[in-house]
């Protein structure tokens, strides 16, 4: 049994979703334009059209993310154990090129029944690799109630498959996280573990890594 117990903590899933909105724009007659030709009207709406489609397609790109991994899950067990991962991890399109310049949070927190004794642990994220709909990830623990963990790194991996996610941790084989400093960033294990149904859900934003091009 795992030294791990969260108190219970609610864990608030913070989306990934980007709203843009366009304000619809009239066309104004361009100074110095003859109105009388024929066309020079539509000319102008074509030029003004344009416009707004460069400048929405620039906000997207300036705001938009590189990579992300959010939500939260319970995870599958046959016993009365309540385990529950919690992230949200966000790579910045400015930092495309660095996943190590990733931010956000994670948590995880591991009961020996609902409501029961356990560990719980809570940090920053440090490192955000996304292929597809599979993540991996790193993070610096800086609060838990096992005070030999505190200031390790942790890795975690996540299988976004919509109702039946998978979830995987640096601790995989050792039975717990063992207060290591020497992870290397987004070094984790495979998505080995399987997601309760109906606990909730994983969701992962794939990254477009920039490709060297031919000289």
């Known amino acids: 049994m795992s030294r791990f117990a969260f108190t219970p903590v609610r864990a608030v899933a913070v989306g990934t979703a980007l709203l843009i909105t366009a304000a619809a724009a009239g066309v104004a007659a361009a100074s110095g334009e003859d109105v009388t030709r024929p066309g020079s009207g539509h000319h102008a709406e074509e030029r003004t059209g344009r416009q707004q489609t460069q400048h929405r397609t620039q906000h997207w790109n300036e705001h938009r993310e590189a990579a992300a991994l959010t939500g939260s899950a319970k995870l599958f067990r046959k016993t009365t154990e309540d385990v529950t991962f919690t992230f949200d991890a966000h790579l910045a399109a400015r930092h495309n090129a660095d996943p190590a310049k990733a931010t956000g949070t994670f948590s995880f927190v591991h009961l020996d029944k609902p409501g029961g004794k356990g560990g719980w642990a809570k940090g920053r994220i440090d490192c955000l690799l996304t292929g597809g709909k599979v993540a991996s990830a790193t993070g610096v623990i800086t609060k838990t109630n096992i005070k030999e963990i505190r200031g390790s790194r ?38 080995f573990e399987k997601v309760r149904k109906g606990t909730g859900d994983f969701r992962v934003t794939p990254w477009n890594p920039p490709y060297p091009e031919a000289p």
């Open 154 to 191: 942790v890795g975690f991996s996540v299988n976004d498959q919509g109702g039946n996610d998978r979830l995987g941790y640096s601790w995989g084989a050792t039975g717990g996280p063992d207060g290591t400093k020497k992870l290397t960033k987004c070094n984790s294990a495979a998505p």
